[in-house]
């Protein structure tokens, strides 16, 4: 009852070989899941590709679709696959929880959530010692925010243009990108600042940004001092001095920005940025949910790089590999001040959630992901600046570990997004060959690489050679 995968591969580039084989497919035909998509499942759930994929089984990297055909996941089920898919470790853990204990609620006590809390807090740095299990990254993001409010007394709360931060009624007062934001009232007591983007911003040069590759802008840094950040700093401080009252609840940001396409802060912006919300009696929340578990190699949490403690991190997607699970981790003080009343969870912390969630922790030691997120990630980044140095169209290269943006555009002297059908048409292109890849950016103009961990250099080489065959067809069309 198993098939043989055919290769979705052209001439062009040689797929890596795999000795998984995946299962007969064996559900409905491709054209009545296209009927039950149009006719009984929300149409805002979109999906990519003219001919949407139907993905069928996973290995580690590899995604198998109804056909057998085999494609290296390169966007990781939107930076949540964190150690593979279906990893045998994770596989094993939630299989063994499945037999003794799905949920019983947390008013009870079980061995699972006593034994994930140590672990996961162990990864942190003191204070950051207290864990609020949620189900999703918008309920973290949303329980952070209250959270901050009710600890400070304040309520006013300071993001990033470009950041995103949920989907939740709450969290899209913080999530600063159009194409999320509905024509409902949202956002009272939430002001966005500028972003401090070194590519697109009007200030940033080439020496800013914490990766292995900078923007081909000139830089007009002196010895020591960043006038881009500087520049950006100033900005921050307008905001607070115009837009929100003398004391604020927080400030959240992303390390990285995720949905935004990787986009990277000159250094020090954070750290200066922190200083200040703590000033006018704020928190820091760092959302974590793209950036943490070792994703951008050189640390496991992307506030480390930053040189700051946050007072409240969020964490998701990657946390349990794809599992819905999420936590807020913040200090015993600022945790108590939600103890004043009541707040509950069903299914926060559940026994299985834990199990999974402490069986990623594991994988992510043992195969050192961390590491591997770090030496691929950096050759994948340097892969991808000669492509940048071959094609107009690549604008900018940018990333960590394996957290990386190429953002699009007509010229590089223009900066001009590429239009989205044109990027659409490169994606295409990808996926025929045999590599799947995310989109994102304020105009959809920005490729999202963000692979599970356990990518290896040969598949790297593969997707180059890929990704180099579709920029190519593009310039020919274009001609």
């Given at each position: ?7 979705s ?28 998509r149009?006719?009984?499942?929300a149409?805002s759930?979109?999906t990519?590709?003219?001919?949407p994929?139907?993905?069928h ?7 198998f ?7 290296l996941?390169?966007f ?37 959530i ?5 672990k ?10 207290v ?27 300071i993001?990033?243009?470009g ?21 409902v ?6 002001t966005?600042?500028?972003?401090p983007?070194?590519?697109?911003g ?6 800013c ?11 007009t ?37 995720g ?45 480390q ?11 998701a997607?990657?946390?349990?590999n ?21 707040h ?7 026994p ?12 992510i030691?043992?195969?050192d992901?961390q590491?591997n997120?770090?030496v ?26 394996l ?18 059908e ?12 045999g ?7 304020l105009?959809s103009?920005?490729?999202?690489i963000?692979?599970?961990m ?26």
């Amino acid at each position: 009852r198993q098939q043989k995968w055919k290769s979705s591969v052209s001439a062009q580039a040689r797929m890596p070989p795999c000795d998984f084989v995946p299962e007969k497919y064996e559900s409905y035909p491709y054209e009545r899941m296209q009927r039950i998509r149009e006719q009984n499942i929300a149409p805002s759930l979109r999906t990519y590709y003219r001919k949407p994929l139907l993905l069928h089984q996973g290995h580690m990297q590899w995604l198998f679709d109804h056909e057998g055909r085999r494609y290296l996941d390169l966007f990781a089920g939107i930076v949540t696959v964190s150690v593979g898919h279906c990893h045998p470790k994770v596989t094993m853990a939630t299989q063994k929880q499945l037999a003794r204990l799905w949920h019983t609620t947390n008013i009870y006590m079980y061995p699972a959530i006593h034994e994930y809390v140590e672990k996961l807090t162990s990864l942190f740095p003191d204070p950051l010692k207290v864990v609020y299990l949620t189900n999703s990254g918008s309920e973290a993001n949303d329980l952070a925010m209250f959270m901050a409010r009710l600890h400070t007394c304040n309520f006013d709360i300071i993001s990033l243009r470009g950041g995103y931060h949920g989907g939740s009624p709450y969290t899209l007062g913080v999530t600063s990108l159009t194409p999320y934001k509905h024509g409902v009232a949202n956002g009272f007591g939430c002001t966005t600042t500028m972003l401090p983007d070194v590519f697109r911003g009007p200030w940033g040069g080439s020496h800013c940004r914490d990766s292995p590759v900078q923007t081909v802008r000139k830089c007009t840094c002196t010895e020591g001092a960043c006038f881009a950040k500087d520049q950006y700093i100033e900005q921050f401080k307008d905001t607070l001095n115009t837009s929100v009252p003398k004391t604020v609840a927080g400030f959240i940001a992303e390390p990285i920005q995720g949905v935004n396409g990787a986009v990277q802060y000159p250094r020090n912006f954070l750290k200066e940025a922190y200083q200040l919300i703590r000033e006018r009696g704020g928190l820091y929340i760092s959302d974590e949910v793209q950036t943490g578990f070792g994703r951008t190699g050189s640390h496991f949490w992307g506030f480390q790089a930053q040189g700051v403690v946050p007072d409240i991190v969020t964490l998701a997607k990657g946390i349990g590999n794809g599992f819905p699970m999420a936590a807020v981790v913040t200090t015993k003080e600022i945790a108590s001040s939600l103890a004043q009343n009541l707040h509950f969870n069903t299914f926060g912390g559940s026994p299985l959630a834990c199990a999974v969630g402490a069986a990623v922790l594991d994988a992510i030691e043992e195969d050192d992901l961390q590491k591997n997120s770090e030496v691929v990630g950096t050759y994948m980044l340097l892969e991808l600046a000669k492509l940048r140095d071959e094609f107009e169209i690549v604008g900018d290269v940018r990333g960590k570990g394996l957290m990386i943006g190429v953002e699009m555009v007509t010229d590089k002297e223009s900066r001009r997004p590429l239009p989205a059908e044109e990027v659409s048409q490169i994606m295409e292109d990808c996926k025929d060959m045999g590599v799947l890849i995310g989109r994102g950016g304020l105009y959809s103009q920005t490729f999202r690489i963000k692979p599970p961990m356990c990518i290896t250099k040969r598949d790297v080489d593969f997707a180059m050679e890929v990704l180099r065959t579709a920029l190519q067809k593009h310039v020919e069309r274009a001609a």
